[in-house]
């Protein structure tokens, strides 16, 4: 076996769950989604958390939520605090689960490194769209305030999404995630290694190769939540998710603002890019916990519930990845202030 295939397997990624029922308000139900039939669809799993304040005759935001490889949606549910936060501030989550895929990959993994998964119109990346269609559907979404977010390959999946889907979500965020167009080897086998990255240029090129339309050309935001000693999804990553969207926007690389974020005693720091009144790019690193050799137990959701694929020690992913989406709206366009 190729030293790339075994690389391929390695990548983390995040299953697909379907539309859901109609449920009753402050519920998890779940859902089915039908493949359709252009290229790569599949039939599909995922589960989606009601509020209790729900009111099917107000229009409320819609977060997706994307697991990593050799994690289901349930993964998510139990390790990320969501459902908390949404009840808290009445949004509804959606869950998927991969549920089946093609390819070379390690368990669950989203294919954010195959070219077939990535472009509107076909396969993973229009799944995920036409499942928020179907979520949107069945319960009174505010089109102004759909979101999208996910753990390493399903960070890497939200990011496709982001690109391909640019004119559907108000916004996206990815923990640990890599960017557009970037290759399996990008994940590593250990902490020694570091991955291998395409450019930046090259993804910038990606983006605009996808982003060929009208409707295309409106810069969606992006937050990237990532630890610099994670050693599977080395921080060079999110740099390159942060340089690839500042250039292809024409947005200045200097932050605007730089925010503490340090929390239970572990370091992080949040830098927001664009215009003074609205920024279009937010990173935040912070020191996570470090692995062994391999690597593991450094690559994980930090901050909230304890678990197999978290650490509840830092900064919270989820709140940060919340304040940052509820700031961007669909129609607000001081994001765009300052891009050519």
Not at 67 to 83: A, L, P, R, S, V
Not at 145 to 158: K, P, Q
Not at 253 to 262: I, N, R
Request: contains cysteine; charged residues 20%; aromatic residues 12%.
């Amino acid at each position: 076996m190729s030293p790339k295939l075994l690389l391929a397997g390695l990548v983390c990624a995040l299953s697909i769950s379907a539309a859901p029922r109609p449920a009753a308000a402050g519920e998890i139900v779940d859902g089915r989604f039908s493949a359709k039939p252009y290229a790569g669809s599949r039939e599909r799993k995922y589960r989606v958390f009601v509020p209790a304040t729900y009111d099917p005759h107000t229009p409320v935001p819609m977060l997706m939520v994307l697991h990593g490889c050799k994690q289901t949606e349930q993964n998510m549910i139990d390790e990320t605090n969501f459902d908390a936060l949404a009840e808290r501030e009445g949004f509804i989550v959606v869950y998927p689960f991969v549920t089946s895929y093609d390819g070379w990959r390690a368990e669950n993994c989203w294919g954010f490194w195959f070219d077939h998964h990535i472009h509107a119109g076909a396969g993973e990346v229009e799944d995920l769209y036409q499942l928020a269609r179907e979520v949107e559907a069945r319960f009174a979404i505010d089109p102004q305030r759909r979101y999208v977010t996910g753990l390493s390959s399903g960070g890497g999946m939200a990011v496709a999404l982001a690109v391909a889907r640019s004119e559907y979500f108000a916004a996206a965020g990815a923990a640990a995630g890599v960017a557009y167009g970037e290759s399996s080897w990008a994940v590593s086998f250990s902490c020694m290694i570091g991955g291998f990255f395409e450019t930046v240029d090259s993804s910038v090129a990606s983006m605009r190769g996808e982003q060929t339309t009208s409707a295309d050309q409106r810069p969606i935001p992006v937050m990237t939540v990532q630890s610099k000693n994670d050693c599977t999804v080395n921080a060079r990553a999110a740099e390159h998710i942060r340089d690839a969207w500042l250039t292809r926007y024409g947005v200045s690389t200097t932050p605007y603002e730089t925010v503490d974020c340090s929390n239970e005693g572990v370091p992080c720091k949040r830098e927001k890019y664009g215009s003074a009144q609205h920024s279009l790019v937010e990173t935040v690193f912070y020191e996570g916990a470090t692995g062994g050799f391999s690597g593991s137990g450094a690559h994980y959701w930090v901050g909230d519930d304890a678990g197999p694929f978290a650490n509840p020690t830092g900064p919270s992913a989820s709140e940060l990845f919340w304040d940052f989406f509820r700031q961007h709206r669909f129609d607000d366009t001081t994001a765009l202030a300052g891009i050519p």
